[in-house]
């Protein structure tokens, strides 16, 4: 660096899933597409590519319930690579129906399609040549003390199918609480599929690590995203139990959601196993260190979830239908990240704090140190002064237009109340409805932020039929994928001419 430039701590980037890229085959993978996608946010100036959780996807879709929160999602498995590497031939691609559209996936389809055809991949590398090297590695694989979490979850998806996808807390008993004979039995049955699950898990890390050193080599780096909680049909409750608030029959004594607010008259009712955090505080946090340790192998930086949840969470009486009764209770507070700072070291994280903030939140925040999070659609209501207008902020902190769980900036501003929208105008400096987008963005990068995170959709203007997600509803969501054709030399040219304007342009 020349003698007395200032480093550089402005910066911006680009927020859209994994499953919105225009890959082949049904849904976004990693394929060449997400490399090209790479290529663009070089191009364009941009420092970070920001995805939601890369966890198999349960029903419903959400990447915030999985299966586990160590595996990866078959799904993003590029097909193309297999059929590179001769584990599969393109006939044998082709002539699946994966479904969806240009711009929507078809879950149903792909489910019944991909996980076919990547078993045919499974099963060549012991009937095709020269695959004695990824055998070889396969076999590594499965004895890297850092994959102990492999088996269990490969035998739960075994043992899923098995049990026609049911909830794992209808499985016969001795298997639901993993006696040691029942173990051994469905070990010795499922060995097969459990090796499939595996070889799943093996191909999926390959195949991202490479296309993150390859954003790492072009000066991009990885925002990843930990949910705070695990599904409870899932293989880390089934195998852990200890770890959460549940009987001795391993049913949930309470679970996780929201209460009632402005927004929801009954609350959010999530249903996920709380922790039992005095038994993490005597384990050192030890689940926990290994959790995060694990999303730093695949992410450069890491968005924590429902921040508030680890100051005090709220809990409500299993079986109930809705989140109006429940009760808030401590978190593990600050030790936890003084814990991962000592065993961890300094680590770049985004707290997720939005929504109602006590002042012990705002307090735990401001200890960790870690920048919290503003959304410019949030910011204006004609009623009151909000600490999302762009004037209040502080520079740590990450300023976004909207996130996967927002309206498309574009879909917000042509349904907001008459009042907010005069305001939004007035602020904005919004003369034309067709400017409203990009005025939003100018806002987000001209902000004292010292990150300013765009989604996809909005460089590209779309309206409400792009949102990725409605909290609290089923069906439509996590659906939308981007036109192939989206990515122009035009487009490009802007997102950087913003970046230069604003001092965010990344520093090769």
């Given at each position: 660096?020349?003698?007395?430039?200032?480093?550089?701590?402005?910066?911006?980037?680009?927020?859209?899933?994994?499953?919105?890229?225009?890959?082949?085959?049904?849904?976004?993978?990693?394929?060449?597409?997400?490399?090209?996608?790479?290529?663009?946010?070089?191009?364009?100036?941009?420092?970070?590519?920001?995805?939601?959780?890369?966890?198999?996807?349960?029903?419903?879709?959400?990447?915030?319930?999985?299966?586990?929160?160590?595996?990866?999602?078959?799904?993003?498995?590029?097909?193309?690579?297999?059929?590179?590497?001769?584990?599969?031939?393109?006939?044998?691609?082709?002539?699946?129906?994966?479904?969806?559209?240009?711009?929507?996936?078809?879950?149903?389809?792909?489910?019944?399609?991909?996980?076919?055809?990547?078993?045919?991949?499974?099963?060549?590398?012991?009937?095709?040549?020269?695959?004695?090297?990824?055998?070889?590695?396969?076999?590594?694989?499965?004895?890297?003390?850092?994959?102990?979490?492999?088996?269990?979850?490969?035998?739960?998806?075994?043992?899923?199918?098995?049990?026609?996808?049911?909830?794992?807390?209808?499985?016969?008993?001795?298997?639901?609480?993993?006696?040691?004979?029942?173990?051994?039995?469905?070990?010795?049955?499922?060995?097969?599929?459990?090796?499939?699950?595996?070889?799943?898990?093996?191909?999926?890390?390959?195949?991202?690590?490479?296309l993150k050193a390859y954003?790492?080599?072009?000066?991009?780096?990885?925002?990843?995203?930990?949910?705070?909680?695990?599904?409870?049909?899932?293989?880390?409750?089934?195998?852990?139990?200890?770890?959460?608030?549940?009987?001795?029959?391993?049913?949930?004594?309470?679970?996780?959601?929201?209460?009632?607010?402005?927004?929801?008259?009954?609350?959010?009712?999530?249903?996920?196993?709380?922790?039992?955090?005095?038994?993490?505080?005597?384990?050192?946090?030890?689940?926990?260190?290994?959790?995060?340790?694990?999303?730093?192998?695949?992410?450069?930086?890491?968005?924590?979830?429902?921040?508030?949840?680890?100051?005090?969470?709220?809990?409500?009486?299993?079986?109930?239908?809705?989140?109006?009764?429940?009760?808030?209770?401590?978190?593990?507070?600050?030790?936890?990240?003084?814990?991962?700072?000592?065993?961890?070291?300094?680590?770049?994280?985004?707290?997720?704090?939005?929504?109602?903030?006590?002042?012990?939140?705002?307090?735990?925040?401001?200890?960790?140190?870690?920048?919290?999070?503003?959304?410019l659609q949030f910011a204006?209501?004609?009623?009151?002064?909000?600490?999302?207008?762009?004037?209040?902020?502080?520079?740590?902190?990450?300023?976004?237009?909207?996130?996967?769980?927002?309206?498309?900036?574009?879909?917000?501003?042509?349904?907001?109340?008459?009042?907010?929208?005069?305001?939004?105008?007035?602020?904005?400096?919004?003369?034309?409805?067709?400017?409203?987008?990009?005025?939003?963005?100018?806002?987000?990068?001209?902000?004292?932020?010292?990150?300013?995170?765009?989604?996809?959709?909005?460089?590209?203007?779309?309206?409400?039929?792009?949102?990725?997600?409605?909290?609290?509803?089923?069906?439509?969501?996590?659906?939308?994928?981007?036109?192939?054709?989206?990515?122009t030399d035009e487009l490009?040219?802007?997102?950087?001419?913003?970046?230069?304007?604003?001092?965010?342009?990344?520093?090769?």
């Amino acid at each position: 660096m020349a003698k007395g430039k200032k480093k550089q701590t402005r910066t911006c980037g680009v927020l859209l899933p994994i499953f919105s890229l225009s890959s082949k085959y049904g849904i976004g993978t990693f394929s060449k597409e997400a490399y090209e996608f790479v290529d663009f946010l070089k191009k364009s100036g941009q420092s970070y590519w920001q995805i939601l959780p890369l966890g198999p996807t349960s029903y419903g879709d959400s990447p915030y319930q999985s299966f586990s929160t160590f595996a990866g999602n078959p799904y993003y498995i590029d097909v193309e690579a297999l059929i590179e590497d001769g584990l599969l031939a393109k006939e044998d691609a082709d002539k699946y129906d994966f479904g969806g559209t240009e711009e929507a996936i078809d879950y149903e389809k792909l489910y019944r399609s991909r996980y076919l055809l990547l078993r045919k991949a499974f099963d060549n590398i012991y009937k095709v040549n020269n695959t004695k090297d990824i055998i070889k590695k396969f076999e590594e694989f499965k004895k890297d003390k850092n994959n102990d979490w492999l088996q269990d979850y490969s035998l739960f998806m075994a043992l899923k199918n098995a049990n026609g996808g049911r909830s794992w807390n209808t499985w016969e008993e001795d298997i639901r609480l993993r006696k040691k004979d029942a173990m051994a039995a469905a070990l010795k049955k499922y060995a097969d599929e459990v090796e499939f699950y595996s070889f799943l898990q093996f191909v999926f890390k390959n195949q991202w690590l490479k296309l993150k050193a390859y954003a790492n080599e072009n000066g991009i780096e990885i925002i990843g995203d930990i949910p705070i909680y695990v599904a409870f049909d899932s293989a880390d409750t089934w195998a852990s139990p200890e770890l959460f608030q549940l009987d001795e029959n391993n049913v949930p004594i309470d679970v996780a959601g929201c209460p009632p607010d402005a927004f929801s008259a009954t609350g959010q009712l999530w249903g996920n196993p709380l922790y039992r955090w005095d038994y993490h505080k005597k384990t050192g946090y030890k689940w926990w260190m290994k959790r995060i340790s694990h999303c730093y192998e695949l992410y450069d930086v890491v968005r924590i979830d429902h921040f508030r949840g680890f100051d005090e969470y709220y809990a409500i009486p299993y079986g109930n239908p809705t989140a109006e009764i429940g009760e808030w209770r401590k978190g593990p507070g600050i030790e936890l990240f003084d814990i991962m700072k000592k065993e961890l070291g300094e680590k770049k994280v985004i707290a997720e704090d939005l929504g109602f903030l006590t002042p012990s939140v705002i307090k735990l925040v401001k200890k960790t140190g870690f920048p919290g999070m503003k959304i410019l659609q949030f910011a204006f209501d004609s009623r009151e002064e909000s600490d999302y207008l762009p004037h209040n902020y502080t520079k740590n902190c990450i300023v976004y237009t909207g996130t996967h769980d927002n309206e498309t900036t574009r879909g917000w501003y042509n349904q907001l109340p008459k009042q907010d929208k005069k305001f939004c105008k007035e602020y904005l400096g919004i003369t034309y409805a067709k400017d409203a987008v990009w005025a939003c963005i100018r806002s987000a990068f001209a902000s004292v932020s010292d990150t300013a995170i765009i989604p996809m959709q909005d460089y590209l203007e779309l309206d409400k039929y792009a949102r990725i997600n409605t909290p609290s509803t089923l069906g439509n969501n996590w659906v939308w994928r981007m036109k192939k054709d989206a990515l122009t030399d035009e487009l490009s040219a802007k997102m950087h001419d913003y970046a230069r304007i604003y001092g965010r342009l990344r520093q090769d």
